[in-house]
């Protein structure tokens, strides 16, 4: 899956569960989101700056907590915890591996590690590089400081890489029992299972086989794919596109509404454009050509120049 920092993605098999969400893979929560869940994965967790989890960490792999972030749960890892400046964990802390924190650090309930202990200065690292440029400086090796500098810029924009499947909560969302809210996408991936109402300032997604218990609202444009259960209304200033055997338990409201045959909606249908039927036929022929117009726009792209 392409990572795209402006879609919040749930990755296939995700569970809300009542006070965590159980996924796989790798999980990435932006700075200053509020998360109203704990978190359980088999993958990595990195958490931003100012984020604020209601629930317990946990993970077979490492965990990652950015500066000024709070964890209200215990964290508990497998393999090594970083915890960056004035982050505070009001639960327990266990980690199989190492541990690395920074100044002013708060674990409440005590912790246990059984690798490394590592307590970082709080003098910020560009500290010692000024110091280390200064003293090269005095020596006269400005070739080694080009070549130093050379390799910050080329460091500056370094990225970690992901996981295949990962959850993804762009920055400055909230991830609530009760409402989930973010200001770009919505991809919710198959065979999840989720909880609340969705507020989405974009597109919403949602896969195959999917269970919803909250009412889905977006600016723009709603899909709901195969076998999928709303048990709310979808509402959107977009169009909205519902597929075979899906069941809508509230109400439908777009600027369109193409709605499979085979699907179901207890609630009514307003759109301010129409409602058009569609066969299975029609909706794959379509997608089918979108599709190719979208293969051919690339290929002519890629032949221009040569």
Not at 157 to 184: A, C, M, R, W
């Amino acid at each position: 899956m392409v990572f795209d920092r402006k879609t919040l993605v749930i990755p296939d098999n995700t569970v809300f569960d009542e006070d965590k969400i159980i996924t796989s893979g790798d999980v990435i929560i932006g700075d200053r989101c509020l998360v109203e869940y704990g978190v359980k994965t088999d993958g990595r967790i990195f958490v931003g700056e100012h984020v604020i989890i209601d629930g317990d960490l946990e993970s077979n792999n490492d965990i990652r907590v950015d500066i000024f972030s709070r964890i209200r749960g215990n964290v508990k890892s497998e393999a090594n915890v970083y915890l960056g400046e004035k982050v505070k964990v009001e639960g327990h802390l266990s980690v199989n591996g190492d541990l690395d924190v920074g100044d002013s650090v708060e674990v409440e309930k005590g912790f246990e590690a059984k690798g490394w202990i590592n307590i970082r200065s709080p003098i910020p690292i560009v500290i010692y590089i000024f110091i280390y440029l200064i003293q090269l400086l005095k020596m006269g090796h400005s070739e080694e400081i080009e070549r130093i500098l050379k390799e910050l810029e080329e460091n500056e924009d370094e990225t970690i890489p992901i996981s295949e499947v990962f959850l993804f909560i762009p920055n400055n969302s909230i991830i609530g029992l009760q409402k989930s809210k973010t200001d770009y996408n919505l991809r919710i991936g198959k065979n999840t299972r989720l909880v609340g109402n969705f507020e989405v300032k974009g597109k919403i997604i949602i896969g195959d086989n999917s269970t919803i218990h909250g009412n889905i609202r977006a600016a723009d444009d709603i899909f709901c794919g195969k076998n999928v259960e709303v048990k709310g209304s979808l509402i959107t200033e977009g169009d909205v596109k519902i597929d075979e055997d899906t069941i809508i338990t509230g109400n439908v409201s777009g600027r369109h509404i193409y709605l499979s045959k085979t699907a179901s909606v207890n609630g009514t249908l307003l759109a301010e454009e129409g409602t058009t039927f569609i066969t299975p036929f029609d909706y794959h022929a379509a997608e089918a050509m979108r599709r190719f117009e979208e293969e051919v726009e690339i290929l002519e792209e890629d032949n221009i120049g040569e």
